[in-house]
């Protein structure tokens, strides 16, 4: 089993910057690919950002491109979403999730998620 915990979120004013962190345990991290996905009020999940488990190869959605980047410490066992010119519309809770095949950006693909930290950007 894999074991995901996110920490960073909080309460942000429009245009400020977050640092989400996303520790995993029990598998061999560098054999991972992980992603980050959101869920806003009212809305169902969506994909946010992934990156390979080398490190080498990302992909994000429209929506964050330019302001979000996605990397990771294999020696860390960690993978980290920066996220900066937040906006209201970036309000929701962030999931963690992790692929031992090949990922994506749906939801199906991936083994495991953590349980999610909330984001909140006011206006």
């Known amino acids: 089993q894999v074991q995901l915990v996110e920490s960073g979120g909080g309460l942000v004013q429009a245009g400020d910057s977050l640092r989400l962190s996303c520790a995993t345990s029990g598998r061999t991290f560098s054999r991972l690919t992980m992603a980050w996905f959101r869920q806003a009020p009212g809305k169902e999940r969506e994909f946010v950002a992934t990156i390979s488990w080398s490190g080498g190869s990302t992909f994000y959605a429209d929506s964050v491109k330019g302001r979000f980047t996605i990397s990771r410490d294999n020696a860390k066992s960690t993978v980290y979403l920066q996220m900066n010119s937040l906006e209201p519309e970036d309000t929701a809770i962030y999931y963690c999730?992790?692929?031992?095949?090949?990922?994506?950006?749906?939801?199906?693909?991936?083994?495991?998620w953590g349980q999610g930290t909330q984001v909140t950007v006011s206006s």
């Open positions: 999730a992790a692929d031992t095949a090949g990922g994506g950006v749906r939801i199906g693909s991936y083994d495991y």
